[in-house]
């Protein structure tokens, strides 16, 4: 039994639940421009240089996702003047009891983010937009040959297949270590703006924080990064996965009342994102290939509408927050 002040799962949020009536615009406006301006003055090497070809770009990549969360903490501690464990609970660190639901909803997080990305694999299969090879893995297997080609190493001692398996194996642990760089994001997003948002109603505040997410992505996305297309239209490609994807781990972080369980659902995401490349042939399409493409906006579509009919969103455990 939890003595957290926090509204029961099965209580609708009311404006005394909600610890607040009104969104707190001025403070969303300015996280907003913070986490964007930051994410462009990180990326700004890459910019000047020659885009992701730039050296640098994997260090700067990592220290992009860090931008919210620093947003999030300037906004928290300075700009609402709010420190400790109030502070804490802002931006949806805590609580995180009862641990049985805790551990559940980190359970639940990590099988969603990594269905996603199967799930639209087979759908764009079943559309024709990219084909299966389920029994050579042919598209893996010709990137690996490029590598150890440029390399000049002899061909790969093992099977391909058992490199699969272990890939596949290995996407939990993949999404431990990259929750450590999510929970940059997710500090930001769905601790701090998804609580801000909240008195619009879950849906405005899911669709908002989620639009934002993805127009912070731009400083990438505008140089190519996940569907190459380095123009508004990646860019409107990049809106619309977050939007989709953005609502589960929104979700999440409603029904659990704290930013974990969306913390690592972003990096099981992030590490079972490659999936498609993993088992199609090697004329594969980017758009075709990336959860955060069409294909992902069904499977998102598919999960959500599975939690609709559950009811899942009308319970909440979101904490009152003060933002």
Excluded at 59 to 79: C, D, G, H, Q, R
Excluded at 193 to 217: E, F, K, N, Q, V
Excluded at 291 to 307: E, F, K
Aim: include cysteine.
């Amino acid at each position: 039994m939890t003595t957290d002040p926090a509204p029961a799962a099965s209580t609708p949020l009311t404006p005394e639940t909600r610890g607040t009536t009104t969104v707190p615009w001025i403070a969303v406006i300015a996280f907003t421009f913070i986490a964007c301006g930051l994410a462009w003055l990180v990326t700004l090497p890459l910019w000047l240089g020659d885009g992701l070809a730039t050296p640098v770009a994997p260090l700067l990549l990592p220290v992009m996702m860090f931008t919210p969360a620093l947003a999030a903490l300037i906004i928290t501690l300075f700009l609402r003047r709010t420190a400790g464990r109030r502070a804490w609970r802002m931006l949806a660190v805590v609580p995180i009891k009862p641990l049985g639901r805790f551990f559940g909803l980190l359970g639940i997080g990590l099988a969603i983010a990594v269905l996603v990305p199967v799930l639209a694999t087979f759908i764009a299969a079943a559309t024709g937009a990219l084909q299966l090879d389920l029994v050579n893995f042919s598209g893996f297997a010709a990137a690996l040959q490029a590598q150890l080609d440029a390399a000049g190493t002899p061909d790969l001692p093992i099977p391909v297949a058992t490199l699969v398996i272990t890939q596949l194996a290995f996407i939990p642990v993949g999404a431990v270590i990259n929750s450590f760089l999510a929970f940059g994001e997710e500090l930001g997003w769905r601790g701090w703006l998804l609580s801000a948002l909240r008195p619009l109603g879950t849906w405005p505040a899911l669709l908002i924080s989620g639009a934002i997410w993805g127009l912070w992505h731009a400083p990438i996305i505008l140089l190519g990064y996940n569907f190459a297309e380095p123009n508004l239209f990646g860019l409107a490609l990049m809106v619309m996965g977050c939007l989709s994807f953005g609502i589960l781990l929104g979700w999440l972080r409603l029904r659990s009342g704290n930013v974990w369980p969306a913390v690592l659902g972003h990096g099981a995401f992030n590490a079972a994102a490659g999936f498609a490349f993993l088992v199609s042939t090697p004329d594969l399409q980017p758009l075709a290939a990336s959860p955060l493409s069409w294909p992902g906006w069904l499977a998102c579509a598919a999960v959500i509408l599975l939690l609709l009919a559950l009811g899942q969103f009308k319970k909440s455990r979101l904490p009152q927050t003060g933002a």
